[in-house]
T-cell receptor, first 116, second 114 residues
Framework: GAVVSQHPSWVICKSGTSVKIECRSL??????MFWYRQFPKQSLMLMAT?????????EQGVEKDKFLINHASLTLSTLTVTSAHPEDSSFYIC????????????FGQGTRLTVV | GESVGLHLPTLSVQEGDNSIINCAYSNSASDYFIWYKQESGKGPQFIID?????DKRQGQRVTVLLNKTVKHLSLQIAATQPGDSAVYFCAENIRGTSYGKLTFGQGTILTVHP
């Protein structure tokens, strides 16, 4: 299967600071990137979808100015949580999608964000 | 709104038993379904998928059944092992959308006792 690298795997930050999460597709070109969020004991919820070189599309209830997504290349996308607050503490997971791979979504290892 | 859901949040089985995890979906426009396994602190791991033009698909020790009439999906794990202990999610993809855009069910915690 496709190889996806996401880091950091965990991060602790202070309230008010920003955190950047990187997601790389190592053996394929990701034309589309999906970012999911998972709160403890809950399911994954799609936050946003981005296409390489375009602005991201955010799901209802997700603040685009708070969760900045950059998808400038076909192998790297970043999610920046700006001015983080404790309620942003969650597990963030990326899922890159290649145009040629029209089955089976692949996921990164996830990033556990804790805001104190 | 329409969503994917699960009947049972937890399932405990003995090692060697067969496990069945269920999932109900309500969006009739969904035509691709996937089961994922998620271990603590990790991303989802693909187990098996099925398209709406099929009603059964088998993998290694796993079988997925799809009943479109009642909008029900199940995952059967044969000879369950302690390493199968994890949270299992069903996910659906709506026809016409990117395959990577998924709606996940709530999850079932599977615990396998030695």
């Amino acid at each position: 299967g496709a190889v996806v690298s996401q880091h950091p795997s965990w991060v602790i930050c202070k309230s008010g600071t920003s955190v950047k999460i990187e997601c790389r597709s190592l053996d394929f070109q990701a034309t589309t990137m999906f970012w999911y969020r998972q709160f403890p004991k809950q399911s994954l919820m799609l936050m946003a979808t981005s296409n390489e070189g375009s602005k991201a599309t955010y799901e209802q209830g997700v603040e685009k100015d708070k969760f900045l997504i950059n998808h400038a290349s076909l192998t790297l996308s970043t999610l920046t949580v700006t001015s983080a607050h404790p309620e942003d503490s969650s597990f963030y997971i990326c899922s890159p999608q290649a145009a040629s791979l029209n089955t089976e979504a692949f996921f990164g290892q996830g990033t556990r964000l804790t805001v104190v | 709104g329409e969503s994917v859901g699960l009947h049972l949040p937890t399932l405990s089985v003995q090692e060697g038993d067969n496990s069945i995890i269920n999932c109900a979906y309500s969006n009739s426009a969904s035509d691709y379904f996937i089961w994922y396994k998620q271990e603590s602190g990790k991303g989802p791991q693909f187990i098996i998928d099925i398209r709406s033009n099929m009603d059964k698909r088998q993998g290694q020790r796993v079988t997925v059944l799809l009943n479109k009439t009642v909008k029900h999906l199940s995952l059967q794990i044969a000879a369950t092992q302690p390493g199968d202990s994890a949270v299992y999610f069903c996910a659906e993809n709506i026809r016409g959308t990117s395959y990577g855009k998924l709606t996940f069910g709530q999850g079932t915690i599977l615990t396998v006792h030695p």
